[in-house]
């Protein structure tokens, strides 16, 4: 099958033997995979990754209980055998691999296997270009999982591009005061589109203004940014990861008692049903599907020019 690698030699297409399912995995066979900021990351160093690539798919089940359907799937692929797992931190699981990130191939390619217990059945009012944004998506709902959003706070989205869009279309549903601050004239007017308000990162007076800042920047400047947004005792979610070393003082989290949130994956299910109803505006973001051997070109693509989300097909 081919495959997107990513080795000692950089990023290729090459071919790759058609992956075996592990126990408790099924092989799925690849539709529509989505690139990511993860990705990028990935292929500059973040992680150390070396194999297949791609964590946000759509395919078709060709085993398991699931057979024959449309399927997405979550990327943290837990043993199932730890006190984590056994008490509902499957995602943090220290033995997991993580599809296309962590020890695991992942969606870039014509097949991937994915532990059964990991997919999901995609509604069939979903369309497959619709169903890539699910696990962006849900990592969007993971945000009100964890902060509560409240009509009467100010809320600041950092970053205008794929997740930033996301994240801001899901805090929306809160009713609270939300801007979304970016860099980029295009991408902010298709924010502003959907009813929310937006401003350009250089001319935009928010310090110390609000009370919760999500940083979606993929830049390892946006937590100083959202650092001079906050209120004392505001809340800092943090969504980029970014890789190299980061270095910041944190002496302005102490002073201003800030919360710190990390948060990464989230819950498929109301990324699901947000599509079906369509709650959730995600077609605007695709600029462009590449197929699967133009995969290099997507990649130069993405990390040359400002982009939202760019589609691989096999």
Not at 48 to 53: K, P, S, T
Not at 187 to 209: H, M, S
Not at 226 to 247: D, E, F, N, S, Y
């Amino acid at each position: 099958m081919r495959a997107v690698v990513l080795d000692e030699h950089g990023l290729n297409v090459a071919d790759r033997p058609i992956p075996t399912p592990g126990p408790g995995e099924v092989l799925v066979r690849v539709l529509k995979a989505g690139l990511c900021e993860t990705d990028l990351q990935l292929v500059r160093g973040y992680m150390g990754f070396r194999g297949v690539l791609g964590h946000e798919f759509v395919g078709i089940a060709e085993t398991g209980p699931l057979s024959g359907q449309r399927v997405v799937g979550e990327i943290n692929c837990a043993c199932d055998q730890c006190d984590y797992c056994w008490t509902g931190l499957r995602t943090h699981c220290p033995h997991r691999t993580v599809l296309g990130i962590l020890n695991h191939d992942g969606a870039f390619a014509d097949f991937v296997a994915v532990p059964a217990r990991n997919l999901h059945r995609v509604p069939d009012e979903v369309t497959d270009e619709q169903a890539v944004f699910t696990e962006p998506l849900a990592a969007a709902f993971q945000i009100p999982a964890q902060v509560e959003l409240k009509p009467t706070q100010r809320v600041i989205v950092l970053g205008d591009g794929r997740l930033g869009n996301l994240c801001a279309q899901v805090i929306a549903q809160s009713g609270c005061r939300l801007t979304v601050v970016g860099k980029h004239a295009t991408k902010l007017e298709r924010i502003a589109r959907l009813g929310i308000e937006t401003a350009q990162v250089g001319e935009f007076d928010g310090t110390r203004q609000a009370d919760v800042v999500v940083d979606c920047t993929g830049s390892a400047s946006g937590v100083e940014t959202a650092l001079r947004l906050l209120k004392p005792r505001g809340t800092l979610v943090l969504k980029t990861t970014v890789a190299g070393t980061q270095t910041l003082s944190l002496a302005p989290i102490v002073i201003d008692e800030i919360t710190v949130v990390g948060s990464r994956c989230g819950p498929f299910e109301p990324a699901l049903t947000a599509l079906r109803d369509g709650t959730i505006q995600v077609e605007p973001l695709i600029e462009a599907t590449y197929p699967l051997a133009n995969a290099v070109a997507a990649f130069e693509r993405a990390t040359s020019q400002p982009t939202l989300k760019l589609l691989l097909e096999p």
